[in-house]
Nanobody, 127 residues
Framework: QVQLVESGGGLVQAGGSLTLSCAASGRTFSDYTISWFRQAPGKEREFVAGIDWSGRKPLYDAIAKDRFTISRDNGEKVVPLQMSSLKPEDTAVYYC????????????????????WGQGTQVTVSS
């Protein structure tokens, strides 16, 4: 199976941009759907965006649509999340997660569908 490591978090002003990266290790990366979730203090973890094995079928939550872009490079085994027009309410720990329950074909925006998680990276957006 794969292991995931997130990077790229930091402090950014409102309206700014940030790109997170999810790097995977393991030989079967293309078997996995990869998604980004986030968890703000005192709130439940929520789906942000996910992408199928081919990279051609991303799925976005409304909170991310038109502001965030998810992509993947199966050769480099990375899934970047480009975030723009950031708002203070985007402040959270961002996690990437992997699921092979649908052979990487379907993105399911549910926590319970993802057995593999990274350690998270903090994003703070100042007003």
């Amino acid at each position: 199976q794969v292991q995931l490591v997130e990077s790229g978090g930091g402090l950014v002003q409102a309206g700014g941009s940030l790109t997170l990266s999810c790097a995977a290790s393991g030989r079967t990366f293309s078997d996995y759907t990869i998604s980004w979730f986030r968890q703000a203090p005192g709130k439940e973890r929520e789906f942000v965006a996910g992408i199928d094995w081919s990279g051609r079928k991303p799925l976005y939550d409304a909170i991310a649509k038109d502001r965030f872009t998810i992509s993947r490079d199966n050769g480099e085994k990375v899934v970047p999340l480009q975030m723009s027009s950031l708002k203070p309410e985007d402040t959270a720990v961002y996690y990437c997660a992997a699921s092979d329950r649908h052979n990487g074909i379907v993105v399911v925006p549910l926590l319970t569908d993802y057995p593999i998680w990274g350690q998270g990276t903090q994003v703070t957006v100042s007003s």
